[in-house]
């Protein structure tokens, strides 16, 4: 049988790995900050959603951190039990929890913010702010492709 791997990109060129490798190295320098304020990532990118928005549903929550409802419902439970965001039903419909930060999450997000801050202004220094600004658009781009 004869490998026909003309038709891809060598791995080091592939969009999907690269992407990957971007995001580990990303993780690898935001962890500590993070484990130093003892919150996960995914709980972090939840307090991050839910701070952009008054009162965002659930649902909405797992989509903008990219994680399943299973887990949000797991990450939510955590962070109302540190006091970080309260979760009520929502009056006109039952079915949907909406979030919101509590004076603690506001505070804890103002307290990690400028470390996380930081750490990405020095990322986008690696590569300057224009094409960082690029890239980030590209990746927009992509995400709202219709790939059908």
Not at 48 to 77: G, M, N
Not at 128 to 138: K, P, V, Y
Request: charged share 30%.
């Amino acid at each position: 049988m004869t490998k026909n791997v003309a038709q891809y990109e060598p791995t080091s060129r592939s969009l999907p790995n690269s992407l990957l490798q971007t995001r580990e190295l990303i993780r690898e320098v935001v962890r500590p900050m993070l484990m130093r304020h003892r919150i996960t990532e995914q709980q972090w990118r939840v307090l991050r959603v839910i701070s952009e928005d008054v009162r965002i549903d659930a649902s909405t929550v797992a989509a903008r951190a990219c994680l399943l409802a299973p887990s949000v419902t797991r990450i939510v439970r955590a962070l109302a039990e540190r006091g970080f965001i309260s979760s009520v039903r929502d009056v006109s419909d039952k079915r949907r929890t909406v979030l919101q930060l509590t004076g603690a999450g506001e505070a804890f997000i103002e307290k990690v913010s400028p470390e996380s801050v930081e750490i990405f202004a020095k990322l986008r220094q690696t590569v300057g702010s224009e094409r960082w600004e690029q890239l980030a658009t590209l990746l927009s781009d992509i995400q709202a492709a219709d790939t059908d």
